[in-house]
């Protein structure tokens, strides 16, 4: 009995440490002449924000914190055009996204400087499927591209 209960233990503990260590993709890309010290003020665009499912808001949530968290000030984007031209000059337009794939749950978030279009950075973190729910990954997705954005923007 105490042989069946310390393995069963035993796999509980490396079905959790595979749990913790499948996420582990991360990836920043940041423009060469990007001088990332410029910029104090966010503008997540996202056209569908307002039309997600319910139950996808939490995500959502978790993404803004993310940015927000970074050090940039988060803007409206129905408040960009009362921005001053300098704070503007400062502005990043945020766009993201998420793929799900068989394996791997991928979030990417861009930034773009609001000025000239031009992309800046791109922060991606991917989990790995442990094959709990899609929620679950997204979640692992998540984390890791909050802490690339915030090693990113490190004031």
Not at 101 to 125: A, L
Request: glycine letters at 6%; hydrophobic letters at 40%; one cysteine or more.
């Amino acid at each position: 009995m105490k042989k069946t209960a310390a393995k069963s233990l035993c796999m509980v503990a490396l079905w959790l440490l595979c749990m913790l260590t499948a996420c582990t993709s991360t990836k920043t890309t940041i423009s060469q002449n990007a001088n990332l010290a410029k910029y104090e003020y966010a503008s997540i665009i996202n056209d569908d924000t307002y039309h997600i499912p319910a139950e996808l808001m939490e995500y959502e949530i978790k993404m803004f914190d993310a940015v927000e968290m970074s050090g940039l000030r988060l803007v409206s984007d129905r408040r960009i055009r009362k921005l001053a031209p300098q704070q503007r000059e400062r502005l990043m337009i945020v766009k993201y996204g998420v793929s799900f794939g068989e394996e791997v749950t991928t979030v990417t978030v861009n930034f773009i400087d609001y000025m000239t279009g031009r992309p800046v950075v791109s922060c991606k973190g991917s989990c790995v499927s442990v094959g709990i729910s899609h929620g679950a990954d997204l979640e692992g997705a998540i984390k890791l591209v909050a802490k690339e954005i915030s090693k990113t923007f490190k004031n």
